[in-house]
């Protein structure tokens, strides 16, 4: 069974970081590639961030140049480095990876971004 747990989330300010951390339960990062994905209250979800098995990270528009994704394969774990947090980053960030066809979730951390 593939468990996906992520952290790192809070409260920060405006133009504030957080590092969000992504920790699987095995070798799964090294072998699939995996998103972060974001949901406001009353908002669909959407993906922030991807990362292939090759290391080709592709970033949505509105976090290109703020985001950043790491992988570190020996703890079987992914970041996401968030810089210049604006309020409409607010949201609960979920990790994600597809296996064979299914779709495999975290618990979600709360990034709430305020002054």
């Not at 952290?7 to 992504?22: A, D, N």
């Amino acid at each position: 069974q593939v468990q996906l747990v992520e952290s790192g989330g809070g409260l920060v300010q405006p133009g504030g970081s957080l590092r969000l951390s992504c920790a699987a339960s095995g070798s799964i990062f090294s072998r699939n590639g995996m998103g972060w994905y974001r949901q406001a209250p009353g908002k669909e979800r959407e993906l922030v961030a991807s990362l292939t098995t090759l290391g080709n990270r592709n970033y949505a528009d509105s976090v290109k140049g703020r985001f950043a994704l790491s992988r570190d394969n020996a703890k079987n774990t992914v970041y996401l480095q968030m810089n210049s947090l604006k309020p409409e980053d607010t949201a609960a960030y979920y990790c994600n990876v597809v296996i064979l066809g299914h779709a495999f979730w975290g618990q979600g951390t709360q990034v709430t971004v305020s002054s």
